[in-house]
Nanobody
Framework: QVQLVESGGGLVQAGGSLRLSCAAS????????MGWFRQAPGKEREFVGA????????YLADSVKGRFTISRDNTKNTVYLQMNGLKPEDTGVYYC?????????????????WGQGTQVTVSS
């Protein structure tokens, strides 16, 4: 089982940047892909992007392409979500999750082992 802890959220003005971290522990060797999701108040959880532990391939939702990037540090078992050009509509709780499904692009419904989330608020 994998345990995930997100950090790095906060309040930022529109156009600003934040970098979120997701530290993984436990059976990380069994994890193939790490994903980022977000949930705005009153809305369903939304897929943001994913990265493979092996090789580092990334996949981003169209809504964040060109603004967000995902990276990982395998030595630290940590995945990062660099968010630039933030918009008020990026506001929400950001979660990381993992899946052992070895499919690419990732199979969104297969993600599990959710972290507790970190709040991102973008003011206009």
């Amino acid at each position: 089982q994998v345990q995930l802890v997100e950090s790095g959220g906060g309040l930022v003005q529109a156009g600003g940047s934040l970098r979120l971290s997701c530290a993984a522990s436990g059976r990380t060797f069994s994890s193939y892909t790490m994903g980022w999701f977000r949930q705005a108040p009153g809305k369903e959880r939304e897929f943001v992007g994913a990265i493979r532990w092996s090789g580092g391939s990334t996949y981003l939702a169209d809504s964040v392409k060109g603004r967000f990037t995902i990276s990982r540090d395998n030595t630290k078992n940590t995945v990062y979500l660099q968010m630039n050009g933030l918009k008020p509509e990026d506001t929400g709780v950001y979660y990381c999750a993992t899946t052992t499904w070895n499919s690419w692009p990732p199979f969104i419904a297969a993600f599990g082992s959710w972290g507790q989330g970190t709040q991102v608020t973008v003011s206009s």
